[in-house]
């Protein structure tokens, strides 16, 4: 609060912590304000980029914790596209948001996964996915062989089991971060919108951001990604919840296979193409593609390419009755998902979607939203 | 008035510019009319050869002792004509331009009227004319010699200038070693020590026999004027001769201790010392205010080069030019002032410097309070732009640059210490920008405050640095290990003097005005005198010493030539009219004019050399005793006379 | 006098310093500007050197306006403050034509830059205007029967 | 007797030539414009005094013409410096003025009559002059020389060509009172002997539709720093009445928007140092030619660095109300049915992007160094010329012997301009006068 | 020995004064008496106009003519006596510049009627009579009428050269006795100084011989103005250095600085110097001067020339009437005098 005579301690460190999370550039930054100014959120939304940039330049934790800012990023590119001194705010703001998610994490887990090299996350994952594995091909292996043996696809839920005991973990841990995260988020703020006006204020907010962004190329080009992604683990969600309630549902071959392949192409080529592309960045590449290469872009999508593919793969393998290879498929499809899950989807770079419906939230409650 | 005016007056049609809206034969014809005009003519171009021939063939046929050429503004052919009047033998000065192009052919449109005012304006110029005086230019001996004030990097480098250019040139510095400030700055830039800078140029300042230095030594009096200045300098006993092998015995049995100012404070000194490692001369010296003469370091010198029984001495040096270097003093925080001297771990940017320095007492470590803080605040504006009562108002120019560069240095060396600058505007101006993205790159933090200004606590837990941070509008608390106060600087402690001895005048700031701060930026408003460093504000190092340069290039023009013309339109008193009532003495802005004593009268007295011309002293003047020649009384009351008609006789 | 011809046509002395306003004169000039032709130039080289006998002495002769003319203070003056020094001598001056009841606007202390060759019309302009509304000074000095 | 060529004929220049010449050294000022001056004969007040640009600088001007010893070589560009300190051979080339400059006397009657008229560069486009011109008002030297491109006579339209029996025109050579036109006048190459070299070069303005976001030449009331001074000048367009191009109506509030161009690593990484304080001052002519005037400057730093800035910053506010807002600017559209300007920025006071509407916005662009140049000096990365060693060797460029001062060698401001030509001179000097002093700097 | 030279003395709009100063000769009287005839002098003896009419045109050797032109018979006197003399000497400050009655011009002469016979505080005119032409008394007594003819008043005060032509001028309110023995010396030694000229004092200003002058600061600066009825002067201490309008650097020297002995600034009665045009001109001028402010610190010197509630009566206390400006602009013929009054 302005004029108060109460005065907040900073945290010196957390510039090097965010530093180390990808925000290299974060003291480059000398507060000139284009990058809230050239956003194209800020013509609907009023926050500050470049304050939730200087709070983390001196430190001022609890502030960051509660900036709804970084989360309300689109990283549509354009501030960086426009720093005068070329320090990336959309990298800085994503350093941010790791920084934030470690957090807003009480089990301590995304402050290892965020913030550890890539190999050692490399190594975590594949310890996990061993385990996994080990479960698949050692524990359940005679009752996988006994299914192929059956030459059906049939609710398999002790196999499920394992996934989604993970899977409730995951978002049970997923629910109270994005409790404490609602909770640092809603401190010093008032809720003076209605509920129904706020998400008229988020719809018609993303459809206008969005709708702007998708006449740039290299915007559009990354939204198509994205939305591919989005509709891929959407349907991919659907399915696995269609396949434990309503196993019947897979019988209506036609539909439920075009589902599965929609999911898994959709998932493949969102997740392959922008990892194609870090991986061959050259001269030409958008330089979205080569500054995100913090290792946790590289695991959110190397995590999700496999159980993608996998997914495929049963399918293509099941059709063309090749059984066991369809099963082997699934058990790694299985293996592959419990790493994700427990890893990516609980603490990983997937946790925005609940991060950042939980800022839009605050945000529409709390009057950020400019306008009616 | 000894001869009775004869005037020639030339109408100029230039082409149609003029003859276009004056008919400027009945011009002619009307100032044939006026008194003591013998002959008017007109031609299409007065300042074309054959326009000139013309005035020059009147002159030697009509035996003309004054003419008036109604032409163009003066501004443009004044100098043409003149030098075509004393061509034919006539003194320059009796020609009187009438400018009846840009006042009145190029203004108006109405032929009559023009016509008509071009004859009064014809008819002002030949009343002016008829009261001209010949006017001669002078020529006065000029000293080619410098007396360079203050041994900084600015005055070495105007003496450098001036001795290699054929100057002798004294370096005058009241320390007991030239070097000034800039040899006690630790870098100056991030690739660049202070101290070697100055060792660098002490050694050509060695090396060139038409400089001398004079330390411990101070102007006392100015007299003379520019070209011919007397310069009393006292030379203050050093004790210490060159026979000096700075073996440092003579410092161990010191018992005076005082503290060092070489250092800012930060340890102690004897009363016989060396300043600083490099000094120059490389001898020691004995701080004459605070030696006690024991003697002590007299037994102890086993080379016989300290003599107490040395006397200061008074000396006259005859110089042709002052060049003004005495730099700056730094801000002086008061006690309290954001913690000033009520905690070890705060310090003053100049500390810092000192620390930061190989040559300091800590080895270029920064230790303060016995330990390498972990985290060190900066805190800008301390004593400018309005921050504290104490402050003043301007920015000092030079510490932004020098907190960001020691920032960056310590960053370099301690990777790991938070580096925090708390400032109101980053002045990095011009290329220094890059070094204040070098700051960003590598991690300083910067923290900017507006009117509510930082306050220090110091309690038992450390210290900390409340803070009003204006692009996030919240108070934040800081927590450090040390301060550096980035302090300003002040006009030097002993201006006073200076400027009673050379008699330069302050502007509202405090630092010494210059004559004109666009154009005249190294030259005092008194001719001879010239200004480098930071005598007329804040500068940094280099601008400093390109100062000296510039100085000196301003010395060089005036006594290249080794004498000075002074231009004869200037104030001369009629001895026989003045009373003395020094009014003129208070009005002069170039103190050309004092009160000297003729048979036992006060009379004013001008010393040609300084007068620029003016006139203001002519219109002060209760008496009419001083005239402004030119531009005397008379002329111009016969001028605005003749506006109407009328006459001024004498 | 001018005024049998039918319109009064004031004659306006103006002492110019030389650096600011006579360049200024000089520009308006140059620049082909127009103005009425009723003022009459004096250059000195500074404002601080016009004395206010030339003032008194051009109304005693029939001057209907003057105006004294200088440098912008602070700083534009070519000797320092020599327009410090007009300055107040005219502002004293004024209190002597109030008292001797001349009406104010004919006189006029302006500062020209040499650069504003059109603010020297205006000037012009305006003054003409004025003193020609209050119409002649030189009756007003004599006494009248 | 040596000489030291001055390449530059800006103040920077004047005054190194002043010095020299005063020494008694022969001094050739090359400038590529008719005449001297620079660009501070454009502006119509300086900071922070206010005084008045022209009447400081004419005098400087003026005083060139009084030494005999200094040759001003005008509309010329130096081609190529050969040789070593003390023997520099130097090749300029004299563009054709098509005026016999030795005959022409400025009495400016071809102006006049000149039926071709051309937008005035002097007035940055603001007002028109014709194809023979006198550069402005108080040039030095005052001549009038064509603009060959827009000549009816050197450049004819081709139709007109086809059509004329005879050469065309002429209309300038007819009226000319003192027969100073020279259609046939071809370019020259003067070959000259130095000494030493000054490069007073200077600066150019940064173009700002390098940053389109900023509709500088598209929306007819953005105006660039210069433009507004020329506006705002006695002697400029519109005699100092601040207008808008686009209705000729007083403006109500004037935006001032800094580092356009300066302190952002995709344009100009430098700060341009002259930009805070002009803007100041700009916006107290403003205040001062039209009081109801709402000026704002927006701002990252105010760098009021120089002696007696930070007062006049600190007048501004207090005397002239001129509000400071801290942002940068990123965008500024026009509004059709007003010709209005909103300008885009976040107010780093308050935190979030605003949009405010102004009648007229100004740039303070930032300059670029006038470096390419046929001279075999170094550069630095931001495209100044790179100094030696400016601690030792004050305002020595690489190569020994020639000397660089003024916005050519760093931005900086008039003063520091002056400052340094005038140690320019002082070493110069050195080497034209051949002094010798048995010291390093010299003789090793 | 040939005949004595003839000496007139007249007096105009006079307050005996200079008169005074004559006396005041003392022991040199006698001297004078010896070396000149007294032909006319109406303040000692009773001489009548017709007696200066009888003698012949340039009889008389010298006029010495005091006091300022007010009325009609001034002027017809002093013309009778450039007629009848050889040589017209305006004796002190009234005669040669107008003098304090000069002041008068201040006002149109209805304005400085009213004010002397009716405004001044210490008149009592319940009648509001004023001067007239002819006042026609009624004596009751002795039941006839008299007839009082006034001399008619001229609309402004002049001095004695703007009504004939002066010779010379001697200065001083009055001349001091050794100014006036200085210039009969003069005059009598026969070696007649150039016309017009002003005699028997000096030439420099008043500041040359002023015992003060040595105590000037080297700069002559002041902050304010002050007047010797407010502010106490330091003895020993220039007076104008102090901020007290003293005149006396414009002033002609010859009194040996009498005022100033007494602590006083000098007034200016011996008047201004050969180049000088105008007298008060010349004095705004170095007053303005000597102001220390820049015209930024626009209240500073508005508020120290305020603080002088009447400038002109100081910068011209005595010559006002010689000024380029002499009167107030727009004098008119007074209405308020009538032609007859009988009471």
């Keep these: 609060m302005v004029g108060g005579t109460e005065f907040i301690s900073i945290n010196p460190n957390v510039n090097r912590e965010v530093f180390k999370l990808g925000g290299k550039s974060l003291l480059e930054c000398y507060q000139c304000g284009s990058c809230t100014a050239v956003c194209p959120l800020s013509e609907e939304l009023d926050v500050s980029f470049r304050r939730a940039i200087r709070y983390t330049q001196l430190g001022v934790e609890e502030k960051i914790l509660g900036d709804i800012s970084p989360w309300s990023c689109n990283l549509h590119g354009d501030c960086t596209d426009s720093c005068p001194r070329g320090a990336s705010p959309s990298e800085i703001l994503a350093a941010i948001r790791r920084y934030q998610s470690i957090k807003y994490d009480w089990t301590g887990i995304t402050k290892w996964w965020n913030g550890s090299s890539f190999a050692s996350k490399l190594v975590g994952y594949l310890v996990i996915f061993g385990l996994s594995l080990l479960l698949y091909f050692g524990f359940f292996w005679q009752s996988i062989l006994a299914y192929a043996s059956t030459g059906k696809l049939v609710v398999l839920s002790e196999l499920l089991i394992p996934v989604a005991v993970v899977f409730v973990i995951s978002l049970a841990i997923l629910a109270s971060n994005g409790y404490r995260a609602y909770k640092f988020m809603i401190k010093d703020k008032k809720k003076e919108v209605g509920l129904v006006k706020s998400l008229k204020h988020i719809a018609s907010f993303f459809i206008k951001v969005e709708s702007d962004a998708m006449k740039v190329g290299h915007k559009r080009e990354r939204i198509l990604e994205h939305t591919l992604i989005l509709i891929g683990l959407g349907l991919f969600i659907l399915l696995g919840i269609l396949y434990v309630l309503v196993p019947k549902f897979f019988e209506f071959k036609v539909i439920s296979r075009l589902l599965i392949y929609v999911a898994s192409i959709t998932l493949v080529i969102g997740v392959g193409s922008p990892l194609m592309k870090r991986i061959t960045a050259g001269e030409k590449t958008h330089w979205y593609y080569k500054k995100f290469t913090h290792p946790t872009d590289w695991m959110s999508l190397i995590t999700l390419l496999p159980p993608a593919i996998m997914l495929l793969l049963v399918f293509v393998f099941y059709d063309l009755s090749m059984l066991s290879h369809a099963y082997i498929a699934f058990a790694l499809f299985l293996s592959f998902m419990i790493p994700f899950i427990l890893l990516e989807f609980a603490f990983g770079k997937h946790t925005h979607w609940l991060y950042k419906v939980i800022a839009y939230y605050v945000g529409a409650r709390t009057g950020y939203f400019r306008g009616d | 008035m000894t001869e009775e005016p004869r005037i020639g007056v030339y109408v100029c049609h230039c082409g149609f510019n003029i003859a276009g809206t004056v008919d400027v034969k009945k011009v002619a014809e009307f100032a044939k009319t006026l008194p003591n005009v013998v002959v008017a003519k007109d031609y299409v171009f007065m300042c074309s050869e054959p326009g000139q021939d013309l005035i020059k063939a009147d002159i030697k046929a009509h035996n003309l002792n004054r003419v008036v050429v109604s032409a163009c503004s003066p501004s443009l052919h004044e100098i043409t004509f003149r030098t075509a009047v004393s061509e034919a033998g006539l003194n320059k000065y009796l020609l009187e331009m009438a400018n009846i192009r840009e006042h009145c052919s190029w203004v108006h449109h109405d032929k009559e009227k023009a016509t008509e005012k071009a004859k009064e304006i014809v008819r002002m110029a030949v009343a002016k004319a008829r009261h001209l005086e010949p006017l001669q230019e002078l020529e006065v001996k000029a000293e080619t010699s410098a007396l360079v004030l203050g041994g900084g990097v600015a005055g070495m480098r105007a003496a450098l200038e001036l001795a290699n250019y054929g100057f002798n040139v004294y370096l005058v510095e009241k320390a007991p070693t030239i070097g000034g400030k800039a040899a006690l700055i630790g870098y100056v830039d991030p690739k660049t020590k202070g101290a070697e800078i100055v060792s660098k140029m002490f050694d050509r300042v060695k090396d060139c026999p038409r400089i001398q230095v004079l330390t411990n030594a101070e102007l006392i009096q100015l007299s003379g004027f520019a070209g011919n200045y007397i310069a009393k300098v006292r030379l203050n006993p050093r004790y210490v001769n060159e026979k000096c092998t700075l073996c440092g015995e003579c410092e161990e049995v010191c018992p005076i201790e005082v503290s060092n100012e070489y250092n800012f404070g930060l340890n102690k000194r004897k009363a016989i010392f060396l300043p600083f490692s490099n000094a120059y001369p490389p001898y020691y010296a004995i701080d004459y205010r605070v030696c006690v003469k024991c003697g002590e370091c007299e037994k102890v010198c086993r080379f016989g080069a300290i003599s107490l029984k040395e006397e200061p001495k008074v000396v006259d040096l005859k110089v042709g030019s002052i060049i003004i270097a005495t730099g700056y003093d730094p801000y002086r925080p008061f006690k309290g002032e954001y913690g000033y001297g009520l905690h070890q771990n705060i310090m003053t940017l100049f500390q810092l410097e000192r620390l930061l320095d190989p040559d300091s007492p800590t080895k270029g470590e920064l230790i303060v309070g016995n330990k390498i803080p972990k985290s060190i605040a900066f805190i800008q504006c301390v004593g400018s732009r309005n921050t504290t009562p104490g402050a003043k108002e301007y920015c000092s120019r030079m510490c932004c640059t020098t907190a960001i560069n020691s920032a960056v240095k310590i960053k370099e060396k301690y990777p790991d210490m938070n580096v925090y600058i708390l400032y109101k505007d980053i002045m990095t101006y011009g290329s220094d920008e890059t070094l204040y993205e070098e700051a960003g790159k590598k991690l300083v933090q910067f923290i900017k405050f507006e009117e509510k200004i930082p306050k220090v606590s110091i309690t038992p837990e450390g210290l900390f640095i409340d803070v009003f941070e204006y692009t996030i509008q919240e108070n934040l608390r800081i927590p450090v290990d040390a301060i550096v106060l980035s302090i300003g600087m002040l006009p030097p402690r002993d201006i006073e003097e200076l400027i009673a001895v050379t008699r330069v005048s302050c502007g509202g700031e405090g630092f010494v005005r210059e004559a004109h701060l666009k154009l005249a930026p190294v030259e005092a408003p008194t001719k001879g005198i010239f200004l480098a460093g930071c005598i007329t504000g804040p500068k940094n190092i280099l601008e400093s010493i390109r100062m000296g340069s510039a100085a000196a290039a301003k010395a060089m023009s005036l006594l290249s030539k080794g004498k000075l013309t002074i231009e004869p339109m200037i104030a001369q008193v009629n001895e026989e009219k003045c009373s003395g009532c020094a009014i003129c003495v208070g009005v002069c802005p170039y103190s050309a004019i004092s009160i000297k004593k003729v048979n036992g009268d006060r009379i004013a007295y001008v010393e040609k050399a300084l007068c620029m011309g003016c006139g203001t002293c002519n219109a002060a003047c209760p008496s009419g005793a001083m005239q402004h020649l030119g531009f005397k009384d008379i002329q111009l009351l016969a001028q605005t006379r003749a506006v109407f008609g009328g006459e001024m006789n004498v | 006098m001018s005024e049998t011809k039918g319109e009064f046509e004031p004659k306006i002395v103006v002492y110019a310093c030389n650096w600011c306003t006579y360049a200024a004169t000089d520009l308006a000039g140059t620049s082909r500007m127009s103005y009425p032709p009723n003022v009459r130039i004096i250059r000195v080289m500074c404002s601080g050197r016009i004395d206010p006998q030339f003032v008194l002495q051009a109304f005693a002769d029939g001057a209907d306006g003057v105006i004294v003319a200088g440098c912008h203070p602070p700083a534009d003056c070519h000797y320092i403050e020599g327009n410090y020094k007009a300055y107040r001598r005219f502002e004293l001056f004024r209190k002597l034509l109030e008292t001797m009841g001349i009406e104010q606007e004919r006189f006029r202390l302006e500062w020209i830059s040499a650069a504003e060759a059109s603010r020297w019309v205006q000037v012009v302009n305006e003054m003409v205007t004025q003193v020609k509304k209050l119409g002649p000074l030189k009756p007003n000095l004599e006494v009248r029967e | ?444 | 020995m040939s005949e004595k030279p003839k000496v007139a003395w007249y007096w105009c709009a006079s307050c005996g004064g200079c008169e005074e100063s004559f006396v005041d000769l003392a022991e040199r009287l006698l001297k004078v008496f010896e070396a000149v005839d007294i032909v006319f002098c109406p303040v000692a003896m009773d001489f009548k106009r017709e007696d200066v009419e009888k003698l012949p045109d340039g009889s008389i050797t010298v006029a010495l003519i005091n006091g300022g032109i007010r009325l009609k018979e001034h002027e017809e006197m002093v013309k009778l006596l450039r007629k009848k003399s050889k040589i017209v000497i305006a004796y002190g400050a009234c005669s040669a510049w107008g003098g304090i009655p000069g002041l008068a011009n201040l006002y149109n002469l209805d304005e400085a009627l009213e004010r002397k016979y009716l405004e001044v505080p210490t008149i009592e005119n319940p009648k509001e009579v004023l001067p007239t032409k002819k006042i026609i008394v009624n004596i009751p007594e002795a039941k006839m009428k008299a007839e009082l003819e006034l001399p008619e008043p001229l609309p402004v005060l002049l001095p004695l050269d703007k009504v004939i032509d002066v010779d010379y001028y001697i200065p001083g309110c009055p001349p001091t006795p050794d100014v006036f023995w200085n210039a009969l010396q003069a005059l009598l030694s026969g070696n007649l100084p150039p016309k017009g000229a002003i005699v028997g004092a000096s030439n420099r200003s008043l500041c040359d011989e002023c015992s003060l002058n040595e105590t000037k600061p080297e700069k002559v600066l002041v902050k304010e103005f002050k007047r010797p009825d407010k502010a106490k002067p330091e003895p020993n201490k220039c007076l104008l250095a102090q901020g007290f309008l003293c005149m006396g650097p414009v002033t002609r020297g010859g009194c040996t600085a009498l005022c100033i002995k007494g602590n006083m600034p000098c007034t200016g009665c011996f008047g201004l110097l050969d180049g000088i045009v105008d007298y008060g001109g010349k004095a705004i001028s170095y007053f303005g001067s000597i102001l220390d402010y820049s015209p930024v610190e626009d209240k500073e010197i508005k508020k120290a020339f305020d603080s002088i509630p009447d400038w002109v009566g100081t910068i011209y206390k005595y010559s006002l009437a010689s000024a380029k400006l002499s009167h107030k602009a727009g004098a008119k013929k007074p209405k308020r005098i009538k032609e007859v009054v009988e009471i």
């Excluded at chain 4, 300066?262 to 107290?284: G, L």
């Excluded at chain 4, 030696?388 to 301009?417: H, M, N, Q, R």
């Design chain 4, 1 to 444: 007797m040596s000489s030291v060529l001055i390449v530059g004929g800006g103040v920077a220049g004047i005054q190194a030539a002043l010095d020299l010449a005063e020494q008694g050294i022969d001094v050739y000022i090359v400038d590529k414009a008719p005449s001297v001056g620079g660009k501070m004969a454009y502006l119509d007040k300086t900071f922070p005094t206010l005084d008045c640009a022209s009447c400081i600088l004419a005098p400087k001007m003026a005083a060139l013409l009084r030494y005999p010893n200094i040759k001003l070589i005008m509309n010329s560009e130096v081609q190529d410096v050969s040789g070593r300190a003390g023997n520099f051979k130097v090749k300029i080339l004299k563009k054709p003025t098509y005026v016999d400059w030795s005959k022409c006397n400025g009495c400016g009657v071809c102006t006049e009559k000149c039926p071709t008229k051309v937008p005035n560069e002097y007035n940055m486009g603001l007002s028109q002059r014709r194809a023979i011109y006198i550069m402005f008002p108080q040039a030095v030297p005052k001549r009038a020389i064509i603009d060959a491109e827009h000549c009816m006579r050197l450049n004819p339209p081709p139709k007109a060509k086809e059509k004329a029996k005879g050469p065309l025109c002429g209309v300038c050579e007819r009226n000319c009172p003192t027969k100073a036109i020279r259609y046939d006048q071809q370019p020259e190459i003067l070959e000259l002997n130095v000494s030493a070299v000054i490069v007073a070069t200077g600066m150019e303005l940064y173009d700002p539709r390098n940053l389109p976001e900023l509709g500088y030449g598209k929306y007819q009331n953005v105006y660039t720093n210069l433009e507004f001074e020329r506006l705002v000048s006695a002697t400029g367009p519109t005699n100092g009445e601040i207008v808008r191009k686009s209705d000729g109506k007083h403006p109500k509030k004037i935006a001032w928007i800094q580092c356009v161009g300066s302190r952002d690593i995709r344009f100009n990484h430098y700060c341009s140092a002259y930009c805070c304080m002009a803007a100041t001052k700009q916006a107290i002519l403003a205040k001062e030619h039209l009081p109801e005037v709402q000026c704002t400057v927006y701002y990252m730093d105010i760098r009021a660095f120089g002696k007696g800035f930070n007062e006049f910053l600190e007048r501004a506010k207090k005397e002239f109300g001129i509000n400071y807002i801290r942002g940068k600017v990123v965008r500024i559209d026009e509004i059709p049915e007003t010709k209005n300007l909103k300008i885009v920025y976040e107010d780093t006071a308050e935190s979030y992007m605003k949009a405010d509407e102004y009648d007229m916005v100004v740039l303070s662009v930032a300059i670029t160094p006038n470096s390419k140049l046929p001279l075999p000096v170094e550069l630095t990365k931001d495209g100044f010329i790179q100094l030696k060693d400016p601690y030792l060797d004050p305002v020595s460029t690489t190569v020994e012997g020639i000397f660089v001062v003024g916005a050519v060698a760093g931005a900086k401001d008039i003063p520091d301009s002056v400052t340094e030509a005038s140690a320019a001179a002082a070493r110069a000097a050195l080497i034209a006068k051949r002094f010798s002093c048995p010291t390093p700097e010299v003789v090793k």
